[in-house]
């Protein structure tokens, strides 16, 4: 006797319906229409209520159907179901293959590169179109290409909206580098057969291109390497147009007048840049601007030269300059 009035119990008590799928923010009638038929005779579009949010449920009552009935003069049929609506915003977690397709598309065409997804996010998005603009992305340092780095991401909506996610990405490729053969110092010039070039690690998304031993050969080291150190343009310099301890012409020009003296270098100089000088009879510094054909130009005031000029008669030496201001 109790089993029977649990089973009649049972009968009585509605039996919940599955969730109708929707993808926007809004009920529509096409969406009711799917649990009850009688709403095929509103517009497909026509919004009923709003909608869940994503990734979960809204319950719509009986009555509340029933007021969406009236609202369209409907009549409501003897088979209404007691149990309402059930409607659900789909969305699911980001794939894998989805998110290595939307890195994909937006990496360097032809390039032979490897993706591995170390994390991605899982926050639930509808359905839409996944994209990892370069933008979103922070690669790793230089030095170390091959750590796995952050790239944000976002979803479009196939219904609108754009939803945020987010992938650790390791980035596997290569590029064409040059490192050292042998130990050097600081302020060597490199010989092409010192170094060797080499395949090495590199993040797509940084700004390294392949170098050879070409681009290195001839310039100057700016600290010592060890054998084995890849080289970066940070590392060197070019070399001097004049190099410390060279004799140089330095051409003096006040207005019309020019006067020549030879002089030491103090420093290494570079065309354009201002550089040390010794006058070689008065052992006095001075400094001039290297010119592109490795002379040193010295401009000053014609006051000024005349007065190192009654200097050089009243000594009988060269006259001997300790700035430009003081010619």
């Given at each position: 006797?109790?089993?029977f009035?649990?089973?009649?119990?049972l009968a009585?008590?509605?039996v919940?319906r599955?969730?109708?799928?929707?993808?926007?923010d809004?009920?529509?009638?096409?969406?009711?229409?799917?649990?009850?038929?009688?709403?095929?005779?509103?517009?497909p579009d026509t919004?009923?209520?709003?909608?869940?949010?994503?990734?979960?449920?809204?319950?719509?009552?009986?009555r509340?159907?029933?007021?969406w009935?009236?609202?369209?003069?409907?009549?409501?049929?003897?088979?209404?179901?007691?149990?309402?609506?059930?409607?659900?915003?789909?969305?699911?977690?980001p794939?894998?293959?989805?998110?290595?397709?939307a890195?994909?598309?937006?990496?360097?065409?032809?390039?032979?590169?490897?993706?591995?997804l170390v994390?991605?996010s899982?926050?639930?998005?509808p359905?839409?179109?996944?994209?990892?603009?370069?933008s979103?992305?922070?690669?790793?340092?230089?030095?170390?290409?091959?750590?796995?780095?952050?790239?944000?991401g976002?979803?479009?909506?196939?219904?609108g909206?754009?939803?945020r996610?987010?992938?650790?990405?390791?980035?596997?490729?290569?590029?064409?580098?040059?490192?050292?053969?042998v130990?050097?110092?600081?302020?060597?010039?490199?010989?092409?057969s010192?170094?060797e070039?080499?395949?090495?690690?590199?993040?797509?998304?940084?700004?390294?291109?392949?170098?050879?031993?070409?681009?290195?050969a001839g310039?100057?080291?700016?600290?010592?390497?060890r054998t084995?150190?890849?080289?970066?343009?940070?590392?060197?310099m070019?070399?001097?147009?004049i190099?410390?301890?060279n004799?140089?012409?330095?051409?003096?020009?006040?207005?019309g007048?020019?006067?020549?003296?030879?002089?030491?270098?103090?420093?290494d100089?570079y065309t354009?840049?201002?550089?040390?000088?010794?006058?070689i009879?008065?052992k006095?510094?001075?400094q001039?601007?290297?010119q592109a054909?490795g002379?040193?130009?010295?401009?000053?005031?014609?006051?000024?030269?005349?007065?190192?000029?009654?200097?050089?008669?009243?000594?009988?030496?060269?006259?001997?300059i300790t700035?430009?201001?003081?010619?």
């Amino acid at each position: 006797m109790l089993v029977f009035l649990l089973a009649l119990q049972l009968a009585a008590k509605p039996v919940p319906r599955a969730c109708i799928q929707i993808e926007g923010d809004r009920i529509l009638a096409k969406h009711a229409a799917e649990a009850e038929s009688i709403f095929k005779a509103v517009s497909p579009d026509t919004v009923l209520s709003f909608g869940p949010s994503v990734g979960s449920r809204r319950i719509i009552s009986k009555r509340e159907v029933e007021q969406w009935m009236a609202r369209f003069g409907l009549i409501q049929p003897a088979n209404l179901q007691s149990s309402g609506m059930c409607f659900e915003r789909a969305a699911h977690p980001p794939g894998h293959g989805e998110v290595e397709a939307a890195i994909r598309r937006s990496l360097p065409a032809g390039g032979d590169i490897r993706i591995e997804l170390v994390e991605i996010s899982k926050f639930p998005v509808p359905a839409g179109v996944l994209e990892f603009p370069l933008s979103g992305a922070v690669p790793p340092p230089q030095t170390r290409p091959d750590d796995p780095f952050l790239w944000h991401g976002q979803l479009r909506g196939n219904s609108g909206g754009t939803y945020r996610c987010w992938a650790r990405v390791r980035l596997i490729a290569t590029r064409q580098a040059v490192r050292m053969k042998v130990d050097l110092g600081q302020g060597k010039s490199l010989d092409a057969s010192e170094l060797e070039a080499f395949s090495a690690p590199a993040c797509p998304l940084s700004r390294t291109k392949d170098e050879r031993i070409e681009d290195y050969a001839g310039l100057v080291l700016k600290r010592s390497l060890r054998t084995g150190t890849v080289l970066t343009h940070a590392m060197v310099m070019s070399p001097p147009d004049i190099a410390r301890g060279n004799l140089v012409l330095v051409r003096v020009v006040a207005g019309g007048t020019h006067l020549t003296l030879e002089a030491q270098a103090e420093s290494d100089g570079y065309t354009g840049r201002s550089i040390l000088l010794t006058n070689i009879n008065s052992k006095r510094h001075f400094q001039g601007t290297v010119q592109a054909d490795g002379t040193v130009l010295v401009q000053t005031s014609l006051a000024k030269l005349q007065t190192a000029s009654r200097n050089r008669e009243s000594n009988h030496a060269e006259p001997h300059i300790t700035s430009q201001a003081d010619l």
